[in-house]
């Protein structure tokens, strides 16, 4: 099993993660607590309808940690403007989730970024 497998692995078994942003204006370090998802065998964050720190930190600075159990990974956030995309990606996510609301709020107001993980 490569490194890539084993953090897919764990990923897999982790819906719940913490992750280490860097502020955008503090440039300090944040830490948070946020749901994966995982779309097209892809890992994804992302989150109800609203404006979040956490993805304007990304904006500004992509890399961040994801906290996987005993693992601190260094990933890279890519953010997902493109409305078919976006539309594909949250067409797998939000029909799951029962507390959604509607697909129209999360593709109108709520942040999407690909987690990228090396090798």
């Known amino acids: ?60 600075h992509p890399e961040f940690t994801l906290h996987l159990k005993d693992q601190d990974l260094p990933v890279r956030a890519r ?3 493109d409305p078919a995309e976006r539309a594909r990606v949250f067409g797998e996510i939000v029909p799951s989730l029962s507390w959604a609301g509607t697909m129209e709020s999360w593709l109108a107001g709520s942040p999407l970024v690909e987690i990228e993980l090396g090798g």
Request: charged letters at 25%; glycine letters at 10%.
């Open 79 to 81: 953010p997902v403007t």
């Open 1 to 60: 099993m490569t490194a890539t497998d084993a953090i897919r692995q764990a990923l897999d078994e982790q819906q719940t993660v913490e992750i280490t942003t860097i502020g955008r204006r503090s440039g300090r370090p944040r830490r948070m607590e946020t749901w994966r998802y995982r779309a097209g065998g892809r890992y994804w964050l992302s989150g109800s309808p609203g404006r979040r720190d956490w993805y304007a930190n990304l904006l500004a």
